[in-house]
């Protein structure tokens, strides 16, 4: 009777085992990644899905992926599978720059390349189990998913999540129209840009504050001393205009004269000349030219 009894309770524990190792076997195979555990896929290799619950495609998905985890860990492939819901982790999806649903990336030791294949599971494992993840080119190294600049493309997602879910909270819990919430984030904007200006400026002044100008006192004795250096100067150039002036009248009186003395002139004077020695009439009637001289300025 003790046999009896003692059958079906290790058929029972028996049953009780294999339940557990399916169902732990289960959650290693497809985990569910997250803001905090993203980072993991980073080693190893991983199949990665981006889904939504509301995405028709991503639900006729689900069993392929099931069988896809199920059917790498009965082979031993070594390639984990995991998936995302970007409503639950919209900083992911901006991270892996995700535009549609369902989105398929393959990583291996932190190279990432997106799958754009079939999907069903025989296409699905022959992409991991025959390498042929190798004839698609890596995503480069600016637009990979662990790079400062699409970590702060993730923190801007975040931030568009987050005022999302303010802008519907105005308008559902407080009654407020579409217009008077967005006039609210457009005040809220300007106020906060002009902050972040003050304060760049502060910072700016901060680390490179502006030049003053160093005051030079000068004595009276100085002050005198280059009162009298104009005075000398402007005599100066007052004796120097004296001098132009001179020179001036000198080379005016030297051009007269050669005008005077010329040879053109005596010529067609002595032609206009009578043969007697007389005045004639032309000479009467030119007026003679008599050049003054450019009165000089007092000293």
Request: hydrophobic share 40%; proline share 6%.
């Amino acid at each position: 009777m003790a046999r009896l009894y003692t059958a079906p309770k290790i058929l029972h524990l028996f049953l009780f085992f294999t339940l557990i190792l399916c169902f732990t076997s289960l959650v290693t195979t497809n985990r569910e990644l997250n803001e905090d555990n993203w980072r993991d896929i980073l080693e190893g290799e991983w199949m990665v899905e981006f889904y939504a619950p509301w995405c028709p495609a991503c639900n006729a998905l689900a069993p392929a992926w099931r069988d896809l985890s199920q059917q790498a860990s009965r082979k031993s492939l070594g390639m984990k599978a995991a998936a995302v819901d970007v409503t639950k982790s919209p900083g992911l999806s901006g991270r892996f720059v995700v535009t549609a649903l369902p989105t398929i990336f393959h990583v291996k030791d932190g190279e990432f390349r997106q799958y754009k294949g079939p999907r069903d599971v025989a296409s699905m494992l022959g992409f991991v189990e025959q390498q042929r993840w190798k004839q698609t080119e890596p995503i480069p190294g600016w637009k990979a998913p662990d790079s400062l600049q699409m970590t702060l493309v993730a923190e801007f997602f975040k931030l568009s999540q987050v005022l999302r879910s303010v802008h519907n909270t105005l308008m559902e819990t407080y009654g407020l129209p579409t217009w008077g919430s967005y006039l609210i984030f457009a005040i809220v904007t300007i106020f906060v840009g002009a902050l972040l200006g003050l304060i760049l400026v502060c910072i700016i002044d901060l680390l490179y504050p502006p030049r003053r100008a160093d005051k030079v006192f000068v004595s009276q004795a100085e002050v005198d001393k280059m009162a009298e250096g104009d005075q000398h100067g402007k005599k100066d150039e007052h004796e120097q205009e004296l001098l132009n002036d001179d020179i001036v009248d000198d080379a005016d009186t030297a051009n007269s004269d050669a005008e005077r003395n010329s040879p053109s002139d005596t010529s067609e004077d002595e032609k206009e000349k009578p043969q007697d020695g007389g005045d004639s009439k032309l000479d009467k009637e030119r007026p003679t030219e008599v050049r003054k001289r450019r009165p000089r300025k007092a000293d």
